[in-house]
């Protein structure tokens, strides 16, 4: 299969382009004579103007999709958002536009693809944070939280970019992937702490309080994705989140080693 990507230099696109070339695709530098469009390039959680988030992540969106259209491509997969969901914040209403604006694409069989939380290795932002709060033995305020949330491991969503690329049946289709079984933050915090060999540092707080903390607010609230119809399909995550843990883990510590 010959694939175009947009966004192929960031996090979730580097993992992307190595899988295309173990499992014998080929990425491509124009859409003409292309098979397949991987949509990741937009703007994500930053502070800018909403409008800029329109331009960027719908606009843009829609008129990568029209292109692919013209271009002859069979497929379009969009990354889009868990957030998309509840389309409760900027980011996710962008998200969920975009979606909104494919399903009036002709031309080319869309699918999309809700991930949330994406971690392993060279991941950025909270997790990174997080891990690295984990890993230097920082006391963390969070035992008390009883959430639910799902995440998913790189490899474990390249996998299933790349089902969706594949299966006649992903086509037109709206689907939520993760690692499996949502886990509530102390559990998450405590599974770093296994994989890093440093156990989680947890002490309580009224979760009232930790909610008027932003940085710490995301962390006490649930998100839940179903990936159901994913799974239906015939999709299976080839890493267990234990294994993607250690992968992530891992790649910190050399990470440390290097003196970063």
């Known amino acids: 299969m010959r694939v175009f990507i947009t966004g192929a230099g960031g996090f979730i696109g ?30 994500a959680h930053a502070k800018v103007p909403e409008a ?67 971690y392993g290795p060279g ?24 959430n639910r949330r799902s995440i998913v491991y790189v490899a474990n969503l ?15 289709r709206t689907l939520g992937v993760t690692d499996g079984e949502p886990v509530s933050i102390p559990q998450l915090c405590r599974g770093l702490g296994e994989a890093l060999g440093r156990p989680a540092r947890l002490f309580s707080l009224p979760p009232a309080i930790l909610d008027v903390v932003p940085p710490l607010r995301k962390l006490t609230r649930s998100l839940v994705v179903d990936d159901a119809d994913l799974r239906a ?5 080839p890493r267990t989140m234990a294994e993607g843990l250690a992968e992530t883990a891992r790649w910190y510590q050399g990470l440390l080693q290097q003196g970063h």
């Open 14 to 43: 580097g993992h992307l382009c190595a899988a295309l070339a173990v499992r014998g695709h080929e990425r491509v530098a124009a859409m003409r004579g292309a098979d397949a469009v991987v949509h990741l390039a937009n703007i």
């Open 158 to 172: 390249v996998d299933a970019m790349l089902f969706c690329l594949e299966a006649p049946q992903a086509a037109g």
């Open 52 to 118: 800029e988030l329109r331009r960027v992540n719908v606009e843009g969106t829609l008129a990568r999709a029209r292109e692919a259209a013209q271009a002859g491509v069979r497929r379009f997969l969009y990354i889009s958002s868990s957030l998309a969901v509840d389309a409760t914040d900027r980011y996710g209403r962008s998200k969920l536009a975009a979606e909104q604006g494919l399903a009036l694409v002709r031309g080319v069989e869309v699918v999309v693809l809700r991930p949330p939380l994406v």
């Open 123 to 146: 991941v950025k932002a909270n997790f990174l944070a997080l891990m690295r709060a984990v890993a230097r033995g920082v006391p963390l305020p969070l035992a008390s939280i009883d």
């Open 233 to 237: 399909m015939g999709w299976r995550p």
